[in-house]
């Protein structure tokens, strides 16, 4: 197989265990730059298809290490959210195209950044716990935005840090929380086609290297600060996604 050579190795192997580390450590915020580091060198549809399984060895990984340590209001109103969102995301998937995806992703993940900027210099404050209605409007983004790039992470972010949910309760609700959507939209992935023979291959050779960032994610979570690690994670989106949007416009 053609991509098992220099790209394999030198992109897609970083991206999966970036995508552990996140996931396993750090929340899923950020853990959807992999896709937009694979849509950078293949079809969008492809780089989908590779990471979904990977993502859902991922959570499967991480569930034990914070069984029963989540936040369970805040993950079921997520979930309930969630459904219909990611049904939404099946639909605009079915009647888009490859640049469609990619000004998505793109678009999401410099997005993302801004966002994050702003809070830091206080120009967003989530300093009040937001009710049912905003939690249910959160989980159909998160449904949607996790469907067509696998970025639910920031809309779940937005909900849960205004429900002042402790570190390591924060941590166990995404897992949970992206455990079962994923699970759920893995039915999609499958009847749409967009899993193949060929990314299912890719995903065996590149499970030992997410279980790794997973493992890295869970030792991480306690050791590693938080500011040096999305410090980097928002510089690697910004570049990955301005590109994918520019490869989408022009």
């Known amino acids: 197989m053609e991509v098992l050579g220099l790209t394999f190795f ?10 552990g580390v996140s996931k396993g450590g750090f929340g899923s915020g950020a853990a959807f730059a992999s896709s937009s580091i694979l849509a950078l060198v293949m079809d969008p549809g492809m780089a989908l298809g590779i990471m979904l399984p990977l993502l859902m060895l991922i959570d499967v990984s991480s569930l034990p290490a914070y ?3 989540w936040d369970w209001p805040t993950a079921r109103v997520l979930l ?10 099946a639909l605009f998937y ?4 490859p640049d469609a995806i990619r000004l998505i ?4 993940s410099v997005l993302f950044v801004a966002w994050q900027l702003a809070r830091a210099v206080g120009l967003i404050r ?6 049912p209605k905003t939690g249910l409007t959160a989980g159909v983004v998160v449904g949607f935005t996790s469907f067509v790039s696998h970025a639910g992470g920031p809309a779940a972010a937005v ?4 429900q002042g949910l402790s570190k390591t309760a924060y941590q166990a609700t995404t897992v949970l929380v992206f455990w079962a959507i994923n699970l759920f939209k893995s039915g999609f992935y499958a009847g ?22 997973t493992w890295i994610g869970i030792k991480a979570h306690r050791m590693v600060p938080e500011r040096v690690f999305f410090g980097l994670t928002y510089a690697l989106l910004t570049i990955t996604g301005s590109k994918l949007i520019w490869d989408a416009l022009t």
């Open 192 to 213: 749409m086609g967009i899993f193949t023979w060929e990314t299912l291959t890719l995903d065996l050779w590149l499970a030992p290297f997410a279980v790794l960032g």
């Open 80 to 89: 309930l959210g969630g459904v219909p969102g990611t049904i939404l995301g």
């Open 105 to 108: 992703i793109g678009l999401i």
């Open 159 to 162: 909900y849960m840090l205004g």
């Open 126 to 131: 989530l300093g009040v716990r937001f009710g």
């Open 10 to 19: 030198a992109v897609m192997v970083p991206a999966v265990i970036f995508a």
């Open 94 to 97: 079915a009647w888009s195209n």
């Open 67 to 69: 069984w029963k340590k």
